[in-house]
């Protein structure tokens, strides 16, 4: 995972932008076998996601997790046949759940998602009360990854760009911009979201009743 970085590890947050060497070596040649844990926003918090993952007993989901499985006990839900290990995908989507989930978790995956509105809600109802969302997001920050810029034969384009309210200097001619943090916080409670490693936003969100105007 830090193959390659600094000796005095300050890679930045800037490393899919710069398309550095660890950043490269992380996504490209040993992508299959970190899965999720490829992005340097997971490593940033990675004692939030493990203490996510022991405080919840039961069903943990990695929404959209088929490419880069996120481990730790979760079941995938994913569009393909089977993941990136070759392991069959047991649900297509979040409503052939057997349950609620404790917790769910997704990476890099809601960018692609047309209906964003309606998959937030999905996601949502999908919670137990007190469950807890776990989300990584590619940022505005890295071009490539911009709505008219990012293409991908397999997974689509991205339909969205994402950034955080209160950010300076955001360019205007971005297209569907969104500030995700506004709109998480019309579905779920947000306990905590910045900006991360790899041009990233990294999440923390619980399913609250009171919150987000859903009674």
Sequence with gaps: MNRYTPSGGDY????????????????FDVDDRLGAFRWRGIQENLDVVLDVIA????????????????????VVVDRLPEDAC??????????????KADAIFSSHTLEHIPDLEAELERIRESLRPGGTLLVLLPSFYCERWRVGTHSHASFGDHVWTFGLSGTPDVPDDLVSYVEIDRLLEQHFR???????????IFAV??????????P
Excluded: Q
């Design 55 to 74: 405080e919840h007993s039961g069903l943990v989901v990695d929404l959209g997790g088929g490419a880069s499985p996120f481990g730790l006990g979760s």
């Design 190 to 200: 947000v306990d905590s979201i910045a900006y991360c490693g790899d041009d990233s």
């Design 205 to 214: 969100c619980r399913r609250d009743e009171d919150a987000g105007g859903h």
């Design 12 to 27: 930045g947050r800037h490393e899919a932008e710069l398309a550095t060497k660890s950043y490269v070596f992380r996504n």
């Design 86 to 99: 070759g392991n069959p995908v047991p649900y297509r989507s979040l409503d052939e759940l057997p349950g």
